[in-house]
């Protein structure tokens, strides 16, 4: 790691992933800079992830509170670099995805989080270009209206640790049906310079779109993490809270 770049910690939260965890890790071995450290969070696993992840020599982590919540914010306490950057088991990385998040944390001192969106595998060019602007526009459009702000995206994001350290106690962990990566933003959106950068793309699988089910219980899940943080971070506070602070 050069001595002028922060230390960069990959969590990884995984379920029963272990083929897709392979591809992610193979991505991961192959990066222009390579991590401090890579965390795979294994929330309960009865398959070979565990596995796979030591034999790309990641630290395992055991969190036996089922959800991503849980599992993400695990990782993130066990992470032992500068910076934290978080992707799912079934994401596959840019070679220079983690040089990319360094450069920008010592490019910007102020920088609390970095995000990126990402593009579905396993379509032909069009269909998953299209299927990739539909489903992460309406998030991003949806979820900004929301908060105030564009939100952090969980397959695609990085955070310093020591704002991690700050806010973790105000995240909702225990709670399954809880959007991770909403629940952060909504926790560190008005508090930390956050980033969004469209050209750090990472691939992502297309199970997320695939299946009425899938999206009924994403769009459930929004609900929910909304309405638990509201009425005190509700649009009609954040939305003047954010011009009020310039």
């Known amino acids: 790691m050069p001595a002028d770049l922060p230390s960069v910690s990959v969590v990884i939260p995984c379920l029963n992933d272990a083929a897709a965890l392979d591809a992610c890790l193979s991505s991961l071995a192959r990066q222009s800079l390579p991590p401090f450290e890579t965390v795979v969070v294994d929330n309960n696993s009865t398959d070979a992830s565990a596995a796979v992840a ?52 010592a490019a910007e001192p102020s920088l609390g989080a970095l995000s990126g969106p990402g593009s579905f595998y396993g379509f032909p060019r069009p269909v998953g270009a299209v299927l990739s602007v539909l489903y992460l526009g309406s998030y991003y459009l949806a979820m900004g209206l929301a908060l105030g702000h564009l939100p952090l995206f969980g397959s695609n994001l990085a ?25 952060l933003s909504l926790h560190m ?27 009924a219980r994403r769009f459930r899940r929004a609900f929910h993490t909304l309405w638990a943080h ?16 310039g």
């Open 189 to 215: 959106g008005q508090q930390y310079r956050c980033r969004f950068e469209r050209t750090l793309v990472v691939g992502m699988a297309p199970r997320a779109v695939i299946g009425t089910a899938n999206l």
């Open 159 to 183: 955070l310093r640790t020591s704002v991690w350290q700050q806010i973790r106690p105000a995240v909702h962990r225990d709670d399954p049906e809880m959007h991770d990566d909403v629940c």
């Open 54 to 105: 030591r034999r790309y020599g990641a630290r395992v982590v055991h969190e036996p509170a089922p959800g991503i919540p849980a599992a993400a914010s695990a990782g993130y306490d066990a992470a032992r670099g500068q910076i934290i950057a978080r992707c799912d088991a079934d994401c596959v990385l840019p070679a220079d995805w983690v040089q990319r998040i360094a450069e920008a944390f």
């Open 230 to 245: 509201w009425p005190a971070e509700a649009p009609w506070v954040r939305w003047p809270r954010r011009y009020a602070s």
